[in-house]
């Protein structure tokens, strides 16, 4: 392809993308397809000769869009947002285009500094503390990550080292391994799967503590856990603190967790990946009380700040944990001006990355701080008027009060009842959502969760969505009728 059927058929392809958009309602949200739909509609090899361009733009509708979930789409309200905007898709087009790897800042000097500086004004605008800039005089700094998994990860690695290397001062023939098989980390019972895969990856103990009736991490339940632990000759180094969980978007209570994680000597991990592109409304900055403690605080503007995945950001207090203790320096990656500026493979797990700022640059820039705020405040208030019409059905009940964009329900009674209403909307398919499970007041309750997703939704689109969960609530409750109505102890 020259740069002239680029010219042309790029066009035709952002005007396919624009219409996408445009026409989303139209499409079903959930795919109709079964598992090996695929294969049967491609030959079994590459093609030997070159094919024209015509022929696989048909392709999408036939192959890929009946097997699309369409996540774009007012209907979907599974997990989070899955963040994405047009001057998003325009930063990742250029992205592609320069096609830079910046592992270095000498292999693209823009690429490092505009992620110095597009970090720094997303850590201004969520209200986070200066520490965390590269334009404070200390050692902090934020850094674009693929995800908040790879983040925590990153971060319980290198708590363990610093734990490692402080105990070393006082034991220099200490080994290593029989001192790290005593090491502990701490998360909620509530914090995100990869919590947990951080902790089997790094061969630790990960404890899951029991969260409180509101699902929040509390400091007297970790106070407990660290006494318990020390008292069996464990080594507790590493939390990680959940603001806006993913089953209910419950925030752990950091301003009581952070004091004693300074007293213990524990690194503080922050994993506000949904919830942290709230902060950039100053009503919602009451959960970031106690942030001062945190060694790491990560947010996902991948999720609900408007950014296509990948971007994740990390920021740290003191790089020097994390880039001085895992340097592998080869000749074929120094360059003139080391030392200078950050050099961002030291603050990642690979070694390779891409010019993610621009994204990130291109959205900031489109909306600016009041425009990000009321896309914000807005999936807030859509949430709340979903809240609301669920309550004056009557039928169902809010295991936690609407929170942030998301809302949580289930039908009033069994557990039962309200999987089987989750079964039923899903093999409806006409809007898509999610069960969690939360342990709370002794019990395992099951409920339904719906997310604000769309960057367009409106209240018509909640409207429809409402709709979609009252009809199969009826046919459910009408199908079901003789089943017990309470749980069983
Ligand atoms: N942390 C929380 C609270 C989440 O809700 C999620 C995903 O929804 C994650 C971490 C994982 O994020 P990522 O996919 O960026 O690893």
Redesign the pocket.
């Known amino acids: 392809m020259d740069s002239n059927q680029f010219r042309e058929v790029g066009k035709q392809m952002v005007d396919y993308i624009a219409d996408y958009y445009d026409n989303i309602r139209q499409r079903p949200v959930m795919h109709n397809v079964s598992p090996g739909y695929l294969p049967p509609l491609l030959p079994d090899s590459a093609p030997e000769d070159p094919e024209r361009w015509e022929d696989i733009f048909k392709d999408i509708e036939k192959v890929i869009m009946p097997g699309v979930t369409h996540w774009r789409s007012p209907r979907f309200h599974g997990?989070?947002a899955a963040g994405g905007s047009f001057p998003s898709m325009l930063g990742d087009m250029l992205c592609n285009a320069i096609g830079c790897i910046g592992f270095s800042w000498a292999t693209s000097p823009a690429c490092t500094e505009l992620e110095m500086v597009t970090t720094d004004w997303l850590g201004k605008m969520l209200g986070l503390p200066e520490h965390f800039l590269h334009s404070h005089s200390g050692l902090g700094g934020g850094v674009i990550q693929s995800?908040?998994?790879?983040t925590v990860f990153l971060c319980v690695l290198a708590a363990r080292n610093r734990m490692v290397a402080r105990m070393k001062e006082t034991d220099q023939d200490m080994n290593d391994h029989s001192v790290i098989s005593r090491f502990v980390c701490y998360s909620s019972d509530q914090a995100?799967s990869?919590v947990h895969r951080s902790g089997l990856l790094a061969e630790v103990r990960m404890r899951k503590l029991q969260s409180d009736d509101n699902f929040s991490l509390r400091g007297e339940t970790l106070r407990k856990a660290i006494k318990e632990d020390k008292a069996k000759g464990l080594i507790p180094f590493f939390v990680c603190a959940?603001l806006?969980?993913?089953g209910s978007c419950a925030f752990d209570c950091i301003k009581e967790i952070g004091p004693l994680c300074e007293k213990e000597g524990i690194w503080l991990h922050i994993?506000a990946?949904?919830a942290g592109s709230a902060f950039v409304c100053p009503e919602y900055r009451q959960h970031l009380e106690g942030v001062e403690y945190a060694e790491t605080f990560s947010t996902?503007p991948h999720?609900w700040m408007l950014c296509n995945f990948d971007l994740?950001v990390m920021w740290i207090k003191n790089r020097e944990y994390i880039v001085d203790a895992f340097k592998v320096d080869p000749i074929y990656l120094k360059h003139q001006n080391e030392g200078r500026v950050p050099d961002y493979r030291h603050w990642q797990i690979p070694l390779s990355r891409r010019f993610r700022a621009l994204k990130l640059w291109f959205v900031l820039r489109c909306y600016g701080v009041k425009g990000i705020q009321q896309y914000i405040r807005t999936h807030v208030s859509l949430a709340e008027e979903l809240e609301a019409l669920l309550v004056k059905d009557g039928r169902f009940e809010m295991p936690v009060p609407a929170t942030m964009a998301l809302v949580c329900f289930r039908l009033k009674g069994t557990n039962k009842l309200s999987e089987m209403l989750h079964d039923h909307i899903m093999a409806r398919g006409d809007i898509y959502i999610i069960p969690a499970y939360a342990r709370a007041q002794g019990k395992d309750v099951y409920f339904m969760r719906v997310a604000m997703v769309s960057e367009h939704m409106t209240s018509a689109d909640i409207e429809v969505t409402f709709r979609a969960i009252q009809r199969s609530a009826d046919r459910v409750q009408e199908r079901y009728a003789d089943l017990p109505q309470t749980e069983k102890n």
């Not at 995800?147 to 790879?150: D, L």
């Open positions: 997990y989070y995800t908040a998994s790879e995100n990869s959940t806006g969980t993913t994993d990946a949904y996902n999720k994740s």
